[in-house]
Nanobody, 118 residues
């Protein structure tokens, strides 16, 4: 069984930074793609960024220029990071990682809370 575990959330003041991690545990050693989503209270879950086994990355408009998605190494994408800089109050949300194990097969983490407040 594959588990996806997020970490790195916390409380930060506006303009601050956090780095979230998404790690796979269990039998799987490498994702073929990983995506970060977030969900604020009362809002729908929204896609933030994605990274693929070939190293390519994509970002939602809300993340462009402020967030960077990266992986631990090119050979085995076991851990993926989301570096978030210039955080804003509106970035407050639970952040979720979705690891794609095979086409049509994915696993979600339990989420990590990010709170941006002065």
């Amino acid at each position: 069984q594959v588990r996806v575990v997020e970490s790195g959330g916390g409380l930060v003041t506006p303009g601050g930074s956090l780095r979230l991690s998404c790690a796979a545990s269990g039998r799987i050693f490498s994702f073929i793609a990983v995506a970060w989503y977030r969900q604020a209270p009362g809002k729908e879950r929204e896609w933030v960024a994605g990274i693929y086994s070939n190293g390519s990355t994509k970002y939602a408009d809300i993340a462009k220029g402020r967030f960077t998605i990266s992986r631990d190494n090119a050979k085995n994408m076991n851990t993926v990071y989301l570096q978030m800089n210039g955080l804003k109050v509106e970035d407050t949300a639970a952040y979720y990682c979705k690891g794609v194990i095979a086409p049509g097969v994915d696993s979600w983490g339990q989420g990590t809370q990010v709170t941006v407040s002065s």
